[in-house]
């Protein structure tokens, strides 16, 4: 890798003054890391600059690029911050400390695991731009990692799936999480990686060529006749997640139904509805794999249209449709809404609320266990969508019953809640909600508190925070939850306001 590389890609949409602060800060840290040599014997330079690459692939801002290049500059040579600070300024000095921050934490067991993912999260709130330089860092390290002992190795490689991968997944950010993942898979099963690998290159060879392209040229035809514009690509899903098929679900490699998959881009939503309407009419759909993650995007803000049909020879093959846009976030997740690229300086205000929000909602957790407990419930677990009677969706961690709901919608509709109908049948408020159940809540006007027996059953924080107020003889803390209805997880920046409406915002 060479800085002209590096250049070459942020050139496609930086500014002159842009480059020459990233040629700038190259220079400082070319001069920084001058002899030294990686494990595996290349000048250290080369680390820097890989960073740098991916993080202008993902076509962030000229300050991140070079916090990139100047990353490991205080922790490795005679440099420090301060050094950086009087150069490169505040900005940059913030997010190279930060990174050297996290990368002091080593990972040993569960208690460094928690207090790491608290750090992550706390590195997060103050500047989101911390993690992807994180990111990068990373899947470098972990592209160069056979060069390591064994056992460094299996750390690096199980504290990436334990913490990153799913705060990638978290940011929606899948062009990382699965180069993540396959490169983790490889090192810590590496006979099942090799056997799958190269299982891979035989079916793709065979099957790609003939069955996908004989797929591809019907649906292409198709399109075509209808006047959509459209690209179409055959591809494996990544061996990670075929393996973690293999194992949930106990099948062999062809048995596990999306190894064979096509990914069909057209222009805008609309024709995606009317390709998926093409893909029925000519193979007969597996309707239990459908699904509609354009209308209900998943948690972390992936959409897209996903079927199974039984193609030529009755071979299960999925469809994924988007369009141009919704492509870029699927690859880029958050981080697509900080891509300098794509928003240059009239970049959206900074998505990172909703991170802040879960601190603050967090900050009363009497210890770290806590606090990841309730992260991991309120965030990495499974999480549903239910309606409200007119349609609006509402996001809330599996095992919600409807108090969570009630609560979602308003507090002081949970604080009234005396009944509920759950798709039009009488319901109870302690039972388990489902996805896409229509939820109503009754209330009672005359209601002033919530049962405090409620607390046994209630998942979400929100709701739990809003009961427990009222256990709490302090006045003020009432008069705080009557003047702040807001639910505190927020509306994912990526979800279409006609998704998910808050009446209440
Ligand atoms: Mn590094």
């Not at 209900?296 to 093959?317: D, I, R, W």
């Not at 469809?319 to 300086?345: C, D, L, V």
């Amino acid at each position: 890798m060479t800085i002209n590389q590096v250049i070459a890609q942020a050139r496609n949409y930086l500014s002159e003054n842009d480059i020459a602060l990233i040629k700038s800060a190259y220079n400082f840290a070319a001069q920084a890391h001058r002899g030294q040599k990686r494990i595996t014997g290349e000048p250290y330079l080369e680390h820097p600059l890989q960073t740098a690459f991916i993080l202008a692939q993902m076509g962030l801002d000229a300050k991140t690029i070079a916090a990139g290049l100047l990353h490991d500059v205080p922790e490795d040579t005679k440099y420090k911050l301060a050094d950086i600070k009087k150069i490169f300024g505040e900005d940059i000095a913030f997010l190279v400390d930060s990174v050297t921050k996290l990368s002091n934490l080593e990972y040993h067991g569960q208690i460094r695991y928690r207090e790491g993912l608290k750090k992550m999260f706390l590195a997060m709130a103050k500047d989101i731009r911390v993690i992807f330089i994180k990111f990068a860092d990373r899947l470098h390290n972990l592209r160069t990692l056979e060069y390591l002992p064994d056992i460094k190795r299996q750390s690096i490689a199980n504290e990436t799936l334990d913490i990153y991968v799913p705060i990638a997944d978290l940011l929606g950010i899948w062009h990382l999480k699965w180069q993540m993942e396959d490169l983790c898979f490889k090192y810590l099963h590496p006979a099942e990686y090799q056997e799958l690998s190269q299982k891979y290159q035989i079916d793709k060879k065979l099957e790609l060529n003939q069955y996908i392209k004989r797929m591809t040229k019907e649906l292409g035809q198709a399109l075509d006749k209808l006047n959509i514009p459209h690209e179409i690509n055959g591809r494996f899903k990544h061996l990670y997640s075929i393996w973690q098929k293999m194992q949930d679900k106990n099948r062999k490699f062809n048995e596990i139904y999306d190894v064979f998959a096509l990914r069909v881009i057209v222009p805008d939503i609309d024709s995606c509805y009317r390709t998926l309407g093409v893909i029925h009419n000519l193979w007969r759909p597996n309707m239990s794999r459908f699904k509609d993650y354009i209308a209900l995007p998943k948690p972390n803000g992936y959409q897209s249209l996903h079927t199974t049909v039984f193609g030529p020879e009755g071979k299960a093959t999925e469809f994924q449709i988007r369009t141009p846009e919704i492509h870029e976030r699927a690859q880029y997740g958050m981080a697509a809404y900080w891509s300098y690229k794509k928003y240059g300086s009239k970049r959206p205000a900074p998505h990172v609320g909703w991170i802040q929000e879960i601190l603050n909602a967090q900050k009363n957790s009497p210890d770290t266990k806590t606090f990841i407990q309730q992260l991991r419930l309120d965030i990495f677990n499974d999480r549903l969508f239910v309606l409200s009677p007119k349609g609006d969706v509402y996001e809330l961690p599996t095992g919600s019953t409807p108090i969570d709901f009630a609560y979602a919608v308003h507090t002081d509709i949970g604080n009234k809640a005396k009944g509920v109908l759950i798709n039009n049948k009488i319901g109870q408020l302690d039972e388990l909600l489902h996805n896409n159940d229509i939820v109503e809540i009754i209330i009672d006007k005359q209601q002033t508190a919530p049962d405090p027996a409620w607390l046994k059953f209630v998942k979400t924080t929100k709701a739990k925070n809003s009961i427990r107020q009222y256990l709490k003889p302090s006045p003020v803390n009432r008069l705080l939850s009557l003047a702040n209805p807001q639910h505190w997880w927020p509306q994912h920046p990526s979800q279409k306001p006609s998704a998910k409406k808050n009446k209440d915002h």
